[in-house]
């Protein structure tokens, strides 16, 4: 029972490189999302997916771009990464689909802590 | 836009004491109300829910009650153990959404510690 995976879980990166976050769940939800976790701020929502083939802005989009490849995999892509692009980023999926069924449980990955030095 | 405001942390009772935290929203619609919960290095997972109003979410001793004239959904224990040191998040979901609208929205945690 895998549910959903994130990889990496650390990754240490220089300021203006760039990397992609992965994401896979296996419970064939159609409704994804990317969160990042800093203190005093709670999750913060950067980009959700409702289906696979469409991608929405979140609070903080700016910075980030995503890709749902398919129904299973959602990632993350910093372009180049600064400093303040430093925290935990977790990955979510959850049973809704298009259409209002907003009542879902969503599962979280265990997180990926980004550091931007 | 939907908003959740939290009660500030953290939050360090006694064990057997009892717990509320509190949670208002703000929302357009028709929202469904979550308490999800936090341990050290992990994930969230779901602590509770209900979708409707005066509905009452419980799981694990914990409780909230969806009140609609208030737009709260707080959180409660009647009596904490050690193993609920965790941080808590309350979210909210609009019910009826149009396709392509399915934000899950959290406010920013509250931090719960027992000590012995």
């Known amino acids: 029972n895998a549910g959903v995976t994130q990889t990496p879980k650390f990754q240490v990166l220089k300021t203006g490189q760039s990397m992609t976050l992965q994401c896979a769940q296996d419970m064939n939800h159609n409704s994804m999302y990317w969160y990042r976790q800093d203190p005093g701020m709670g999750l913060r929502l950067i980009y959700y997916?409702?289906?696979?083939?469409?991608?929405d802005k979140g609070e903080v989009p700016n910075g980030y771009n995503v890709s749902r490849l398919n129904k299973r995999e959602f990632s993350l892509r910093l372009e180049s990464a600064a400093p303040s692009q430093t925290s935990v980023y977790f990955c979510?999926?959850?049973?809704?689909?298009?259409?209002?069924?907003?009542?879902?449980?969503?599962?979280f990955g265990q997180g990926t802590r980004l550091t931007v030095v | 836009g939907d908003s959740v405001t939290q009660m500030e942390g953290p939050v360090t009772l006694s064990e057997e004491a009892f717990l509320t935290i509190n949670c208002t929203y703000t929302a357009t619609g028709y929202p469904s109300l979550f308490w999800y919960v936090q341990y050290p290095g992990e994930g969230l997972q779901l602590l509770l829910k209900?979708?409707?109003?005066?509905d009452k979410g419980s799981n694990k001793g914990f409780e909230a009650t969806y009140r609609k004239e208030t737009t709260s959904f707080h959180l409660e224990k009647g009596s904490v153990q050690v193993s609920d040191s965790a941080v808590y998040f309350c979210?909210?979901?609009?019910?009826?959404?149009?396709?392509?609208?399915?934000?899950?929205?959290f406010g920013t945690g509250t931090r719960l510690t027992i000590i012995p």
């Open positions: 997916s409702a289906s696979e083939g469409t991608t």
């Open positions: 209900a979708t409707k109003a005066d």
């Open positions: 979510a999926s959850r049973g809704g689909r298009g259409g209002g069924t907003g009542n879902t449980e969503a599962f």
């Open positions: 979210a909210l979901s609009e019910w009826g959404s149009n396709f392509g609208n399915e934000k899950l929205t």
